[in-house]
């Protein structure tokens, strides 16, 4: 939705930057001209940073869903969405917005990103438009009186009472309550003629997202990295092309993607081969992760039981998989404790999100002195295992041998968090045992000798 006039100072500056003399020519400008050229966000943006003039279906918006890979730009289209309905520029802001709200994942994103990043709200402005930040209230106040509160995905609740004109909310893909926290803004929307969103994330496969997607009040635009690589760096580029191209994780973190269901795994199988040990070098630090079934009959799922270790070179190894299915807690304690000790473990690692405290205590019921560290899932499976897929893609994890059933699991490991439609115990406990390791990892003891 760009002005005419603002199209045809885009076509000389471009016209202009082909022959070379866009500089000489810039230079050539009265300052204050040169001011005005620079601060219309409607002549440098790209047209995915602008929003469409209307939905798919030619309807009026009500959310604009911005949809990019890392440092595509969609912080700064989201940031310019929102100096424009604060200050009344139009056509971006033509209803001037008095009460926004800015969401994100904690108040200390919404701060730190949309608010004092070098994209933010507080960069874009001139000095004379520039808003306050009342860090105490929580809150940007602009000196024409808007006012944008800030809100944190955390506390859905913070939500309820207040209410604007216009939002916009990042990265929504990695809130922890999406769903409670989106349904709390839609009744806060309730001010001015016609209240919209911005919406700036890189996608990852949520139902609410989906949701948002396919209301007919949408309108979607879509970024690439690539797209931005104007202002990136070329080396940082040719890097993520050359470790993720062509994966899924690539796809969704660079390209934009989706990456559903039907879009394969996040673990490619020559990422485990091209890794693959016959035998574990020596270890600064050793695990064993399991994940606990809620129940134990035959047909529930498996207690994930791995042993992983942090070798002297920097990687992490798969030893071994010790997985049971179906079994009474005492069996897969004991199991879990056996392993601790044969392999000389430093700690057990054990999710306790089912159990709580009873599975401490069954692992001390059979051994009081086991070392255990306990960790609780807040976010989904698929949003655990993306960082842990990455160190795979890196080469920075080894399977020692041939681990089967874990690797099955592992490809089949879908956007819903499933393998073929059952909880991924082995992935599960993988997961927790390579972030000890290697992404939440306490200092390492001296380097043994398996």
């Known amino acids: 939705m760009r002005s005419a006039c603002a199209a045809r100072l885009r076509t000389v500056l471009s016209a202009s930057a082909a022959t070379g003399r866009l500089r000489a020519e810039l230079a050539s400008l009265d300052p204050e001209i040169l001011d005005f050229i620079l601060s219309d966000w409607q002549v440098w943006a790209r047209?995915?940073?602008?929003?469409?003039?209307?939905?798919a279906s030619g309807g009026d918006w009500r959310v604009w869903l911005i949809l990019g890979g890392r440092g595509a730009g969609k912080t700064r289209a989201g940031a310019e969405w929102v100096r424009a309905k604060a200050l009344g520029i139009p056509p971006l802001g033509s209803e001037r917005a008095t009460r926004i709200a800015l969401v994100g994942e904690t108040l200390a994103d919404v701060r730190r990103v949309m608010i004092e990043?070098?994209?933010?709200?507080?960069?874009?402005h001139a000095a004379d438009e520039r808003p306050?930040?009342?860090?105490?209230?929580?809150?940007?106040?602009w000196p024409n009186g808007t006012i944008a509160q800030m809100f944190s995905a955390e506390d859905p609740d913070s939500l309820r009472g207040p209410q604007f004109d216009a939002a916009w909310c990042d990265e929504l893909a990695k809130?922890?309550?999406?769903?409670?926290?989106?349904?709390?803004?839609?009744?806060?929307?309730?001010?001015?003629?016609?209240?919209?969103?911005?919406?700036?994330?890189?996608?990852?496969?949520?139902?609410?997202?989906?949701?948002?997607?396919?209301?007919?009040?949408?309108?979607?635009?879509?970024?690439?990295?690539?797209a931005n690589a104007a202002h990136l760096a070329p080396a940082f580029i040719a890097e993520m092309e050359r470790r993720y191209s062509g994966t899924a994780l690539g796809r969704q973190e660079l390209l934009g993607e989706i990456v559903d269901e039907q879009s394969g795994s996040l673990w490619r199988r020559d990422w485990i081969e091209s890794q693959r040990v016959p035998e574990c070098p020596e270890l600064r630090s050793i695990v064993v992760a399991v994940d606990p079934p809620v129940t134990a009959t035959a047909n529930s799922d498996a207690c994930g039981i791995i042993i992983a270790g942090l070798?002297?070179?920097?990687?992490?190894?798969?030893?071994?998989?010790?997985?049971?299915?179906?079994?009474?807690?005492?069996?897969?304690?004991?199991?879990?404790?056996?392993?601790?000790?044969?392999?000389?473990?430093?700690?057990?690692?054990?999710?306790t999100n089912q159990g709580g405290d009873l599975v401490v205590a069954i692992?001390?019921?059979?051994?009081?002195?086991?070392?255990?560290?306990?960790?609780?899932?807040?976010?989904?499976?698929?949003l655990r295992a993306e960082p842990v897929a990455a160190l795979y893609a890196e080469g920075r994890v080894a399977h020692v041998g041939v681990h089967a059933a874990l690797e099955e699991q592992m490809l089949a490991f879908g956007a819903d968090g499933l393998a073929r439609g059952r909880s991924p115990d082995r992935v599960d406990a993988l997961v927790w045992a390579i972030t000890d390791l290697m992404i939440d990892r306490p200092a390492a003891p001296a380097i043994r000798q398996l």
């Open 132 to 141: 306050e930040l009342e860090v105490s209230k929580s809150q940007l106040v």
């Open 117 to 124: 990043g070098v994209s933010g709200l507080l960069a874009i």
């Open 363 to 382: 692992l001390r019921q059979i051994d009081e002195a086991v070392a255990v560290r306990t960790v609780r899932a807040t976010r989904g499976k698929w």
């Open 175 to 226: 809130w922890r309550r999406p769903e409670e926290t989106w349904d709390m803004l839609q009744f806060g929307l309730r001010l001015g003629a016609s209240p919209s969103i911005a919406v700036t994330t890189t996608p990852r496969p949520l139902p609410l997202l989906k949701s948002i997607m396919s209301d007919p009040a949408t309108a979607i635009t879509r970024a690439t990295t690539s």
């Open 311 to 351: 070798g002297a070179d920097g990687r992490a190894y798969i030893a071994e998989d010790r997985t049971l299915q179906g079994r009474e807690p005492q069996v897969w304690a004991r199991a879990a404790v056996s392993a601790y000790h044969e392999f000389m473990a430093d700690r057990v690692v054990a999710e």
């Open 47 to 55: 047209d995915d940073q602008l929003p469409p003039q209307a939905t």
